[in-house]
């Protein structure tokens, strides 16, 4: 039967990139600043060390949770206002680890989103400990 309609063919090659690609037109066309962080995060401390101990369960919680999107040395592929942070950059140094604990726990840019309930606490404290070593191992 031959029907009117064109049918394409789209190779497992080509699907990534052009879905990539819608992705980052999705992301493009919301609010690209993200949320102001509240004062009271500032304030936050973390209660943990940077025990080993620690550091390989952030390194475990970033690499399942977070890499996919910042990368697994934190520089994430995709770069630009509505791309995910670059948690080596030197303006890292200027955040509190509350207000990274805050960005994981609440999310921030569209597209990133709140681990609040996806990590407890602790798990969210082990995670700012590792992203403050990724910078640390940039420089």
Known sequence: MNSAVPRFRTT???ALPFLLLLGIGAVSAH????????????????PLTATPEHLQAGERLYKKNCAMCHG?????MMTGANGPTNLTA??????????IFYV???????????????????E??????WTRDLRKKAH
């Open 124 to 129: 969210r404290w082990e995670v700012v400990l």
């Open 12 to 14: 497992p090659k080509l």
């Open 72 to 76: 697994v040395n934190g520089k994430p």
């Open 104 to 122: 994981i726990t609440h999310g921030m840019k569209p597209g990133m989103p709140a681990m609040e309930k996806a990590l407890n606490e602790t």
């Open 31 to 46: 609010e690209g600043h993200g949320k102001a962080l509240p004062a009271e995060a500032k304030a936050l401390k973390n």
């Open 90 to 99: 030197p303006a890292m140094d200027s955040m509190r680890d509350g207000e």
